[in-house]
């Protein structure tokens, strides 16, 4: 019969000590990840409701871009009022019908890209396999972008320099820098086989129209939302 001596109880209770140590220490963090998570959840919906508050009291004011940027709140998920793709593309129809030119252009690029709403603007553009389409909104992209070269944007809970917790801002995207390089390179899609298709030549005529249009184009500085009206 073995008998253990002192030297492997004493081991056997280090690892003991040591292994309850570790499950205590793991559930510390499991208890601080979720103390975290539900951090960030509470200040994200502090800064859903205060983009909406901002962006109501732009609409009450009667200016366009409040009502673009519901729609664009809605299309990209900080504002959940609207559900379903036709419903969140008329809202875009229904600021474009105001005058707002950013809605305008976004309608366009959609109708290019065949997405299914406007705005997510951080997702590629391109003709995905429709060219039709695509030649059909360039059509009316283009003359717009002639008149403004870019859109605007939301940015909610970012941690850019310029903005704090809670204070929403407003950036731009230059819309062309999205067309020119389907031009310089052409373009492919996989078909139901797999097959690699080319529905789009290259043309090195419109890449430059396009990329001096991204070139060019000269973008406002971030501003806060908030400072779009006068509170």
């Known amino acids: 019969m073995n008998i253990p001596n002192r030297y492997e109880q004493s ?36 800064s859903r409701a205060v983009l ?23 299309s990209d998920g900080w504002i959940k009022d609207v559900q379903g793709d036709e419903a969140i593309t008329e809202l875009f129809r229904q600021a474009a019908a105001k005058g707002s030119m950013d809605a305008k252009i976004l309608l366009a690029l959609q109708k290019a890209t065949s997405e299914p709403v406007p705005g997510r603007l951080d997702k590629a553009k391109g003709p995905r396999g429709n060219v039709p389409a695509w030649e059909a909104g360039l059509a009316e992209l283009l003359p717009l972008l002639q008149q403004q070269c870019y859109v605007r944007r ?10 704090t917790a809670q204070r929403p801002y407003v950036a731009t995207y230059a819309v062309a820098g999205d067309i ?52």
Request: include cysteine; proline fraction near 2%.
């Open 154 to 163: 939301l940015v909610v809970g970012s941690g850019r320099e310029l903005t």
């Open 52 to 74: 909406l508050h901002h962006v109501k009291t732009l609409q009450a004011a009667g200016d366009p871009l409040g009502d673009y940027f519901y729609a664009l709140g809605n």
């Open 11 to 46: 081991i056997d209770g280090l690892r003991r000590v040591a292994l309850a140590g570790m499950a205590a220490c793991a559930l510390m963090l499991s208890a601080c990840t979720a103390i975290e998570k539900a951090g960030y959840a509470s200040d994200i919906d502090k």
């Open 180 to 231: 020119w390089y389907h031009f310089r390179d052409g373009r492919h899609i996989q078909d139901a086989q797999g097959k690699w298709v080319k529905i789009l030549d290259k043309d090195p005529v419109r890449e430059k129209l396009w990329d001096d249009l991204h070139k060019n184009c000269k973008e406002p500085a971030d501003l806060w939302l908030d400072s779009l009206y006068t509170k």
